[in-house]
Structures are given as C-alpha cells and as structure tokens.
C-alpha cells in the first residue's frame, strides 16, 4: 500500500561521507553503512529543504526516468533503514535496555598479582590516578582463588563452548608459576565438557625467559607487550623504581619471544604520552625493526591538568596526524590486498563490517568481568581492587543489582550527550574507567575524546568505502575473522 497522499518526509539521522567518488552513508540507527544510488541522493537533496510530500518525491522520480511502482517502492525502502522519516513520528533516544539478570560469561581477566616490578609514571594502577584500594588485599592471587574463578567461568558461560582467560597485573608474569597451573587446570576441566578455553596475557615483557616463551608458545597464549616504542621514548615513563630504563632489558627476550612463538600473532601496545607522540617512527620501530604483528596506539588516561604525560591540544594534533598517516598506509595495503599491522584501523574496520551497534562501550560487566587477586569481581581489570567498583566475588557469584547499576547508567541511551552523536554505535561514550577517573562516573560520556572519535571514525569509514568500491574482498577477511572467533 502506497503512502498517504499527505504523508511528508524529512532525512533521518545518518553521516554522509564520499571514497573512491562514490557517496555512502553511515546510519547510527542501524550500525549500518549504505552506498548512495542517484535517485536516494536525489530524494535526500530534495528534503534538505525541509519536509517533502510522499506523492512529491515520487512524482520527482518519475520525472527522472523511474517506474511509478518502483519510485513507491524505494521510497517504503528508504523509511524502513531510517534514511528518511515521517515528518509526524518523533525520532526517540536509544533505549535503556534492562539488563538480563542472568547472562553467560564470554572471558574473565585473572588478575594474578597487583605487584609490579616497573613503576611507569601514567599508570593508571599505581599513578596519581588510581583508584584501586589494595592495602590488606592479596597481593598475589593463589591457587584455590584462581581454580574458583575457573569454575565460575566455566559454570557462568552457559551454552558457549568456547571462553576465554586474559592474565593480567601488575606485571602478569611475576606469578608465572600461578599462571602455568591455572592454564592446566583450566584446560581439565573444559575438556570435561568437550569444551576450549583460549588464553591470552599482557605483559612488560621484562621477566620473559627460554621456559617462559616455550610454554607460551606450546599452549598457543596470546601475548599483548606494553612497551612504548624506541629507547629514548619507551625509557621516558616505563621505567623500574630506581628510575632505570627498560628497554635494554626487553629489547633481546623480545625477539626471542617473536622468533619462536608463531601460533599467534604478538601485539604491541603504545600508550601515547607528552612527548611520546610520533606514531609514526613508533610504528616503524616496532614492526620493523623489532618484528611485531600488529601494533595499536592509546593515549593516556589523565585525569588533571598538572599530570606532566598528560598530552596537550597539540600533542593530540600530533598523535591525530600519525593516525592518518597510518590509516593511508592501511588503505594501501588492503587495496594490493595484504594486511598491516595498525590495529587501530583493522579493529573499527572489523567492527564496521559486523555491523557493531553497541548498547555499551565494551563487554565490562556484560559477557567480560575482572578478578582480583582475592577473588572480587569488578567490571573489568581496570577496576581491579576498587572496593567501591566490587561486583561479587567467585565464590558466591554476581551482585545482580550492582551490575544491572552498573550496565544502566553505561548505557549509551542514558548519556544525553551521545543521543544526537552519529559515531555513538562503535563509541557508546567511551571507557568506563576513564569516564569515573575524569567525571566520577562510569556513566559519563568521555566528552573530551568527541572529536578525537567523529573524525577517526570518519576516517576509517572513507576506508570502508574505498575498499567496498574497489576491492570489496578484502573485507570479507574481517567477515570471516568473525566467524572463526
């Protein structure tokens, strides 16, 4: 049935941006990214004027050249994406979805010590913005505590056949031993079942030794380096409590560990600091010289204006330039198809073409929880040990009304500011954690990466569309990435 003869539209919510001299559009509604065909541009310049007539943007395209049924139809079609609207529906804020009481865990991450051997000076553990409380806490998690969380996991993910352990610190590797029994146990009782668990760890990679690569290598454990790039940068801030550097250290265990473990790809992770902004030679030291897979970039977490990493209105310009540059040469690669190591541009392309809408910045609290040495669980690990953040505990499970708190007030709906943002379906306002360590409140939009975020993300869709255009198969990659995970 056609529309009423007074029924008038007007555009929806949506982001235009042209690649490859083709016109797509990115609708937050949906998470979902559509080329534009002449007549849709030509309806959607017909109502920038404001709200148009049913039988007048029909009768438009029927003057170009349309079917009369065909004009009807694409217009039916364009109300149901949301790219055009009823002039007489209000368009309303995402929904505060209640979330289930009960859920099914997907990963844990264990941490097994708070203990560090480095005291890098932005950490957000030990720095002037922690917030964890751990004086009269475990300082190291012990075995009954870990085989507790492992059962918890096992029993909490319901119908899933496989989940995943993340170790984490502290420096995770100064309770190998724990780590070691934790993997074993783990993998018995899974197997029970006909089930797998997957692992992974982050680590300052400065305890690295032969026993410790060749175990992670043989289980096939996922392994993240912090390091921060060059000497000069990564011995500014990551450095031991006598003020030592630590990139002398980790330099050779480094490539012993790349050289040997080959069953997953090492990833290093930069956090970006004053005066630790060249991404660029960053990148190039890393994957080039030291050997890396895939490298991404975080600026630090800083909640006060006299943090002296903090990084300034021109650091972030800075940081912002190297991110472009890399992104071109991401686009290079993915159109000769081949891979590049910036995960910064594959991990929102991964998310693009699965058509990512989140309710939520990540999974904390939702199908991801953290626990800490004594066995608490926080909403993840960067919530380890803070007592006004806890959310059970493994031996008796989930606070049901913390958490449905905590997922209420993360909600993307429930931040006025994100409603109107088109980047809000892969954003959702922004890390918990630095949401409470700058606003105090998780369920804060973190307003001072707004921008930072509209324009990476435009960037990475003019990515998406110069590849949809001019070699489509490269995404299917990402696609198939999906399915395997």
């Not at 300082?139 to 009954?144: C, D, L, V, W």
């Not at 392994?223 to 011995?235: C, F, M």
Request: charge should be negative; glycine fraction near 10%; charged fraction near 25%.
């Amino acid at each position: 049935m056609s529309a009423p003869l007074l029924h008038r539209y007007r555009a929806g919510e949506m982001h235009r941006f042209a690649a490859a001299d083709a016109e797509f559009v990115y609708l937050p509604t949906a998470g979902a990214i559509f080329a534009l065909d002449g007549a849709t541009a030509d309806v959607l310049e017909r109502l920038q004027g404001g709200a148009v007539a049913h039988d007048e943007l029909a009768a438009a395209l029927v003057a170009d050249g349309m079917d009369p049924a065909d004009a009807d139809g694409l217009l039916r079609e364009l109300r149901l994406v949301r790219l055009i609207e009823s002039d007489q529906v209000v368009s309303a804020a995402p929904a505060v979805d209640t979330p289930p009481a009960d859920f099914p865990l997907q990963a844990l991450v264990l941490n097994i010590t708070n203990q560090c051997n480095l005291a890098c000076t932005y950490c957000y553990e030990f720095g002037a913005d922690r917030i964890a409380t751990p004086t009269g806490k475990p300082k190291y998690m012990t075995p009954e505590t870990a085989r507790a969380a492992v059962d918890f996991l096992l029993d909490g993910a319901k119908g899933r056949e496989s989940v995943h352990i993340t170790f984490f610190g502290g420096e995770t590797l100064m309770n190998f031993r724990l780590l070691r029994d934790v993997v074993a146990y783990a993998d018995e009782r899974a197997a029970e079942n006909g089930r797998k668990v997957t692992y992974s760890l982050t680590t300052n990679a400065t305890l690295l030794t032969d026993e410790i690569i060749d175990f992670l290598a043989d289980k096939a454990i996922g392994v993240t380096v912090s390091i921060d790039g060059p000497e000069k940068l990564q011995d500014a801030r990551r450095v031991y409590k006598s003020g030592k550097g630590s990139y002398a250290v980790i330099l050779p265990r480094l490539k012993a560990l790349i050289a040997r473990h080959r069953r997953r790809a090492i990833t290093a992770r930069v956090t970006l600091s004053a005066g630790v902004t060249d991404v660029v030679g960053i990148y190039r030291h890393l994957k080039d010289e030291i050997g890396f897979h895939e490298i991404g970039f975080a600026p630090v977490t800083s909640a006060g204006e006299d943090r002296d990493w903090g990084l300034d209105g021109d650091g972030m310009g800075t940081v912002l330039a190297g991110f472009h540059a890399l992104a071109q040469e991401w686009l290079d690669h993915a159109l000769r198809g081949q891979m590049h190591g910036f995960s910064n541009v594959s991990e929102t392309i991964g998310e693009l073409v699965a058509g990512t809408n989140k309710s939520h910045p990540c999974g904390a609290g939702i199908g991801l929880l953290g626990v800490s040495p004594s066995g608490d669980l926080s909403p993840c690990h960067r919530f380890t040990d803070a007592d006004d953040h806890v959310l059970g505990h493994v031996d008796h499970g989930v606070d049901h009304e913390k958490r449905v708190d905590f997922l209420a007030r993360g909600h993307v709906g429930a931040k006025y500011e994100c409603t109107s943002c088109w980047a809000r379906p892969l954003c959702a306002g922004g890390c918990h954690h630095e949401a409470f360590v700058r606003y105090g409140d998780t369920g804060h939009a973190n307003l001072h990466y707004c921008d930072w975020i509209r324009e990476w993300t435009d960037r990475c869709l003019g990515i998406y569309g110069t590849l949809a255009a001019r070699n489509p198969a490269f995404l299917d990659r990402f696609a198939d990435r999906k399915v395997q995970s």
